[in-house]
């Protein structure tokens, strides 16, 4: 495919290729719609395969923060940024400092912050080029406990919808990873009575959950399998895949981990064996939530408010996927393509 159909393949509105020859800096921002506020979306600091794969990847990603800032309610677009290189070197701040001043050029189009291969040190150099960046040191702060209270608030929205009750109380809830995310989604959990079965390829992690939580470990391999209410993927991307639906006795997905599904189908084989599925850009925004939170001059407190309407925003794709018999992650871009056609309606593209 073309350079330029791939740009219009899902309608991203500028895309710019970035260079600087004198630290190997390479970059690529896309930004994919800024109907409701300008592009919010993290740097990815990765070793591409190729120049076209990193490509790829900004687009795709890109356009997932549209639909989780519509989805969520936020007025945000959806944009992201990743540089080509290896993300271990320790040569990193001609790199961000390059990397900012094209952020710059955009003059707020695109807002940038932390995400894979990056920390919050680089936005530090990123932010000597510009202000148009977030997720810094002494700002908004550890956003994990904001998303994994989203993430909890949409587990109870779809024990709601599958069982006519949102406790969890007594609930088999079977969480995948319990680094910073998971740790306080199982506090939450076990702070309602739910009886936890866990897993995480540190071993440390899961002691100190078993011990805090009174959980019960299993290997790594073990977890798709075991009898539980709920699977709560909270670590690896594409863990619903061709290999462990067929061993899931869920009635429920619903985690923080982003790229649940491996690839699309594999909502539509949740939906046909009745596995009701959270979509994971719905539910995991909480982290999303905390940085707007930061630009608007929130509160930890509205913060942890707006993520709690997770919960109601989950109820309404839930009924759209009823109502019109398709999977829910088809309702949720429905729901997310409804609020940007509105808003486009009233409102121009952000300059």
């Not at 071993?203 to 959950?209: L, P, Q, Y």
């Not at 790229?259 to 850009?281: S, W």
Request: hydrophobic fraction near 40%; charge should be negative; proline fraction near 3%.
């Amino acid at each position: 495919m073309e350079l330029f159909e791939r740009i219009g393949e899902h309608e991203h509105e500028q895309v710019v290729f970035c260079s600087e020859p004198s630290c190997g800096y390479k970059g690529i921002i896309a930004i994919h719609n800024t109907t409701l506020g300008p592009a919010l979306g993290g740097t990815r600091f990765w070793t591409y395969d190729s120049d076209e794969d990193a490509f790829i990847d900004a687009l795709r990603l890109s356009r997932g923060m549209t639909y989780k800032a519509a989805v969520t309610g936020l007025n945000l677009g959806g944009g992201k940024s990743v540089i080509i290189g290896d993300p271990r070197t320790r040569h990193r701040e001609a790199i961000f400092r390059a990397h900012g001043r094209f952020v710059e050029s955009l003059k707020g189009r695109y807002i940038t912050a932390e995400d894979v291969g990056t920390s919050v040190d680089d936005m530090e150099y990123v932010a000597m080029e510009t202000e148009h960046v977030t997720g810094r040191q002494a700002m908004s702060g550890d956003p994990s406990p904001v998303t994994a209270y989203g993430v909890y608030m949409g587990i109870k929205a779809a024990a709601q919808e599958r069982y006519g009750s949102d406790s969890l109380e007594g609930k088999r809830i079977a969480v995948q990873g319990v680094g910073h995310v998971g740790y306080y989604l199982c506090e939450d959990l076990a702070a309602e009575g739910a009886e936890l079965i866990v897993t995480d390829i540190d071993e440390e992690r899961v002691n100190r959950v078993v011990r805090e939580f009174k959980a019960r470990a299993v290997g790594p391999n073990e977890i798709y399998a075991v009898e539980a209410e709920v699977y709560a993927p909270s670590a690896l991307g594409a863990t619903v895949n061709d290999e462990t639906i067929p061993q899931f006795k869920f009635d429920i997905v619903a985690g923080a981990a982003n790229n649940v599904l491996a690839e699309a189908r594999h909502g539509d084989a949740l939906h046909e064996r009745g596995i009701l599925y959270a979509p994971d850009y719905v539910i995991n925004a909480g982290g999303l939530i905390n940085v707007y939170g930061e630009l608007n001059g929130w509160t930890g407190e509205r913060a942890m408010r707006k993520a709690g309407e997770i919960y109601n925003t989950l109820l309404d794709i839930f009924q759209v996927s009823r109502e019109e018999g398709i999977p829910t992650y088809k309702a949720a871009d429905r729901v997310a393509e409804r609020r940007i056609k509105e808003v486009g309606r009233v409102q121009r593209t952000w300059v």
